[in-house]
């Protein structure tokens, strides 16, 4: 495991100029070949979601029944499904949705985790314990489960899996910054700004925020992949985004049927969905070993 | 030991509290009629009289208040009765009781696929740090928690079902025949077993690196102690403790991973219970099995606390 320039548990003061670490780091991080090839699938990826209609042969909706279930061929390269729907053009497209979804949630669960994980972490007595305990619950479930029972009550639908995955997901980056906030509190520059007088705010914006910021980003990224992993197991189930839309998880869902006989939604899907999951850990990993070597564990 | 294994106890025991609350209020806010569901089930809608509507709800108890309905539902599951599933007419607990040695079969036996998977992997990685086999262990863990479930479960139907016929596609095995049963938990078992395994091995690879560097591992090599004795006695013990976190979470995982599993190899099992319950609105139902995951969950965790304190004396004294 590489050792980070920043060092372990280095905290940032904000008057410290962190630049000339950040920039080792940056250049370390060139030289990280797992993050290279994970940044590489990313971009990739990118390239799908920007330009996915652009490159699909085929409309992902088109139903053609006299070519239903019909193996890889120069005609369709993934295939075809249940509905002759082509395969490669539904994968393309679904990277859009399934991508939307995943970041979205975590957008909304970023917020919701910010929020709580920096109160809980900053408060002292009943309120931070409390607020902790409520993390300490929802942590203690699988994400899939906390999500299956939130569109239980929601029914499915884009907007409500988006909902489901951000409120299953909240927890995780709520632990990180609470650990980071508690970390830091105490610490003599956060005093010095509180005894002079500095508000809540400010403090959490210009003294704690810099620090909290590297595992909040690293918590991020790997979250982003479990949001993926998650919509697609929803969708999977047929809690998910309804169909016709296609999503990956849709795409394994409408193909587990004909498994046996036309594997290829599920294997194509699958594959687009480990390889996206895969590039995001990938990332995560080479930004937690350079700048957060203190995660490594996690 | 006893005093701290206590206070982990009631704690939990105060988390399930809350997730009662939280599922019944959840619950509570779904749209939809369960008394409508209900009657659509049992008889075709023309017969059906707002009187009766009106008996039924009274029957099922769901005209009193909200407040009066929890109290009236903590009350019933103290005594161990969660209700009468609408959609099977049956008592969910001897519903969900039924299903749920399949689950624990299928969780287990994950388990132990993981855990004999995981940790020689990881301490081979370990101790051949750098070569080419501990690069090829990382990147099969990376790859085996990336992957959805879904996938590794197709690609060992598709292998060891279909291609060499060696194992059955779905289903659980006839009751009470053991050799059946395992023949049907196979691949299942592998599949959340891989998944579980992927994680294990990366934490004990990064578990044991760091023991290996302690003085403790030096002064036993250079006292002559066996080199298998080392890893194993000194090491993969001293390794163990964030191993067995991992060990307990990967437990949970494969409880939330059961719905997607049992639903793939179209075994019963609670897991594939809820998402039937779900589709089918059947809230009483959807409630006790979110209770028996939720107390699942937290039984693994008091587990995981105690084997921590017993692996760890330090933390057993704060």
Redesign the interface.
């Known amino acids: 495991m590489r050792v980070s320039l920043v060092g372990a548990g280095a905290l940032v003061p904000p008057s410290a100029a962190p630049q000339s670490g950040r920039r080792a780091g940056w250049h370390r991080l060139l030289g990280h070949r797992s993050f290279l090839f994970g940044v590489m699938i990313l971009a990739a990826l990118a390239v799908v979601v920007a330009a996915g209609p652009a490159l699909a042969p085929a409309d992902p909706l088109a139903i053609n029944p006299v070519s239903r279930l019909q193996p890889p061929s120069p005609a369709h390269w993934l295939g075809t499904d249940q509905l002759g729907r082509d395969l490669l053009s539904r994968i393309l497209y679904g990277a859009r949705f399934s991508m939307a979804v995943a970041v979205t949630a975590i957008a909304a669960g970023a917020v919701i985790g910010w929020v709580v994980g920096s109160a809980s972490g900053y408060s002292r007595g009943r309120a931070g314990l409390v607020l902790g305990g409520i993390i300490d619950v929802f942590l203690a479930f699988p994400m899939e489960l906390i999500a299956l029972v939130l569109v239980s009550i929601t029914g499915s639908g884009l907007e409500n899996v988006i909902v489901a995955i951000s409120l299953a997901i909240w927890p995780r980056i709520a632990r990180v910054v609470r650990g980071e906030v508690l970390r830091v509190r105490d610490v003599e520059f956060v005093e010095a700004a509180s005894a002079l007088g500095g508000t809540v705010i400010r403090i959490m914006r210009r003294h704690i925020l810099p620090n909290v910021l590297a595992p909040l980003i690293v918590a991020l990224t790997f979250n982003v992949g479990s949001a993926v992993l998650v919509e697609a197991a929803l969708s999977f189930l047929g809690l998910g985004v309804p169909p016709p839309t296609p999503t990956w998880g849709n795409i394994a869902n409408d193909s587990q049927k004909y498994l046996v006989v036309a594997p290829w939604g599920m294997m194509f899907s699958g594959a687009a969905i480990g390889m996206a999951v895969l590039s995001l850990n990938l990332v995560g990993d080479g930004l937690r070993d350079v700048f957060d070597p203190r995660l490594r564990h996690r | 030991m006893l005093h701290y294994i206590g206070r982990r106890l009631l704690a939990a025991l105060a988390?399930v509290w809350?997730?009662l609350v939280i599922?019944f209020i959840?619950?509570r806010?779904?749209?939809g009629d369960p008394v409508t569901a209900y009657l659509s089930r049992v008889q075709s809608e023309a017969t059906v009289s707002p009187e009766y509507v009106a008996q039924v709800r009274r029957q099922l108890g769901l005209d009193r208040p909200v407040v009066v309905q929890f109290w009236r539902y903590l009350g019933r599951v103290a005594r161990g009765d969660l209700g009468i599933s609408y959609t099977q007419s049956e008592p969910v607990l001897h519903v969900i009781l039924s299903q749920l040695p399949y689950t624990i079969h299928l969780a287990l036996a994950s388990l132990l696929t993981s855990v004999a998977i995981g940790i020689p992997l990881g301490v081979y990685a370990a101790t051949h740090h750098g070569g080419v086999l501990d690069y090829a262990a990382t990147a099969a863990a990376?790859?085996g928690?990336?992957?959805?479930?879904?996938?590794i479960g197709?690609i060992l139907?598709?292998v060891f079902a279909?291609g060499l016929r060696l194992f059955p596609?779905i289903g659980v095995g006839a009751p009470g025949n053991a050799p059946d049963i395992l023949y049907h938990l196979a691949l299942p078992a592998c599949t959340l077993g891989l998944a579980g395994a992927a994680y294990i091995a990366r934490?004990t690879r990064?578990?044991m690196?760091e023991v290996l560097s302690e003085d403790y591992v030096r002064t036993a090599r250079a006292k002559g102690v066996l080199e298998r004795s080392v890893l194993i006695r000194h090491a993969l013990r001293n390794a163990m403790v964030?191993i067995t976190t991992v060990i307990g979470l990967s437990l949970?995982?494969a409880?939330?991973?059961s719905?997607?599993i049992e639903?793939?190899f179209g075994r019963v099992g609670i897991g594939s219970l809820?998402?039937e319950?779900?589709?089918q609105r059947d809230y009483a139902l959807?409630q006790g099995t979110?209770l028996v995951?939720?107390l699942g969950?937290?039984l693994v965790?008091v587990l995981v606390d105690v084997g921590y304190a017993w692996l760890n004396p330090r933390i057993r004294f704060t």
């Open positions: 988390q809350v997730v599922s959840l619950i806010l779904t749209p990376t790859v928690y990336s992957v959805p479930r879904f996938w197709m139907i598709l279909v596609v934490m990064s578990a690196l964030p949970g995982r409880l939330g991973g719905a997607i639903t793939l809820l998402v319950s779900i589709t959807v979110v995951f939720a969950v937290f965790n």
